[in-house]
């Protein structure tokens, strides 16, 4: 019997998405085998969260998101800060690249958060900016999550994304696309705002 079409894609997205986040994850120094990593990665209840009743929730959302952080990471043994960006780099690839799940999980997904991104934010948002004293509250948030590793509690990642909220808010743009200062690093001026 041949594959349909959607079963190909389907196979292609979820293929490619575990390769982005296995690779996203690849300098954790806890990090030994990376068959053993997508046996962590497949356990990853992407089914529960692509099929929420729609609308989703910020609420549903982060209690899904939570759960399968903690449990990455117990699994796998690696700090949360890893675990939460592996988990993001999955939800990257099935919702916000590939369209899987109910469109409205674009206003509640969350960005991998790395070293790269914490720059950008202290880049676009300087501590000094008299004319933006939130800036601040930004910073202070963003920074906990420099470097990674040292993200050890989901209380802890929450403050950061705390933090991109405040930025997304400034930029106008949902939380997840506040990615795209990352991609602009060492310029802010192609960010569509």
Known sequence: MALRPQEIRNTIITRFARWAAASAARRCPDLRDSKEWYEHLDRVDLAGLLTMRPPVSSAAFLGWHQREVEGLARRAGV??????????????????????????????????????????????????????????????KC??????????SYAQYSEVIAGLILASERLGCTLFEIESLWANAGSSTDVVR
């Open 79 to 140: 700090q949360i800060g890893w675990a939460a960006k592996t988990v993001n780099m999955l939800l990257k690839m099935h919702v916000y690249i590939a369209g899987r799940g109910d469109p409205s999980l674009l206003a509640v997904i969350h960005p991998p958060i790395d070293n790269d991104l914490v720059d950008a934010i202290r880049r676009e948002f300087p501590k000094n900016d008299s004319h933006h004293p939130q800036n601040r509250e930004i910073r202070k």
């Open 143 to 152: 920074d906990l999550g420099k470097p990674i590793s040292d993200v050890t």
